[in-house]
């Protein structure tokens, strides 16, 4: 069994596939959605304009990705204190989209490489189904400003302290994706109690 506060808030554990998952973030919640925040490629000079927004429903990744100016995405993110990943297998995200691809990144302490696996949303025609992805820690690859880094070491999933989705690879014009919410997940079931504790950070 796993247990979560953020800050002094505590979550319940879904009854979802596969054998085990932990919910980090309930994106219906607006105190779980004002951790995330917007970064786009201004900051490197691009004119790609995101947006994140929150209903009572779910939340929103929206906007639009321009090529002008060397730019080409939009990524909204997370950041917190580092906190030990390392007794899940991978992350689950459960998502309505575009039918574009999308990334999605960890960080550790380590460095600022990041840890990136790429995944295609589907476009779901029953506004109550939402599309599943999982995404395997063992299968993040190390990648520099999107960029591989075959050198780097293994993603240490004991001090993971940021994660992002984000709109790349020269997919020019507008996005929309869809976040019900994001969980730990494990792909057999243990009777540990795990406690994971995460602090925000207010550099977001």
């Known amino acids: 069994?796993?247990?979560?506060?953020?800050?002094?808030?505590?979550?319940?554990?879904?009854?979802?596939?596969?054998?085990?998952?932990?919910?980090?973030?309930?994106?219906?919640?607006?105190?779980?959605?004002?951790?995330?925040?917007?970064?786009?490629?201004?900051?490197?000079?691009?004119?790609?304009?995101?947006?994140?927004?929150?209903?009572?429903?779910f939340s929103v990744f929206s906007g639009n990705v321009s090529l002008d100016n060397n730019g080409g995405f939009s990524s909204v993110r997370a950041q917190f204190s580092p906190v030990d990943?390392?007794?899940?297998?991978?992350?689950q995200l459960m998502v309505r989209g575009d039918g574009q691809k999308y990334s999605f990144n960890l960080r550790d302490v380590h460095s600022w490489i990041s840890y990136r696996i790429t995944f295609e949303t589907e476009v779901m025609e029953d506004e109550d189904e939402w599309q599943r992805i999982l995404i395997p820690f063992e299968e993040l690859a190390a990648t520099r400003f999107g960029n591989p880094v075959p050198t780097a070491n293994e993603?240490?999933?004991?001090?993971?302290?940021?994660?992002?989705?984000?709109?790349?690879?020269?997919?020019?014009?507008?996005?929309?994706?869809?976040?019900?919410?994001?969980?730990?997940?494990?792909?057999?079931?243990?009777?540990?109690?795990?406690?994971?504790?995460l602090q925000r950070r207010i550099d977001v």
């Open 1 to 57: 069994m796993w247990f979560l506060m953020l800050v002094s808030l505590f979550l319940t554990i879904p009854e979802a596939e596969p054998a085990e998952t932990f919910m980090l973030f309930d994106f219906s919640n607006p105190d779980h959605a004002e951790w995330w925040a917007i970064t786009d490629d201004g900051v490197m000079g691009g004119v790609s304009q995101g947006q994140w927004d929150t209903n009572e429903a």
């Open 85 to 91: 990943f390392s007794t899940a297998d991978g992350i």
């Open 155 to 197: 993603i240490d999933l004991t001090n993971v302290w940021s994660m992002s989705i984000l709109i790349s690879d020269e997919q020019e014009g507008e996005f929309r994706l869809e976040l019900s919410d994001l969980s730990l997940y494990r792909n057999e079931a243990e009777d540990d109690e795990t406690s994971i504790s």
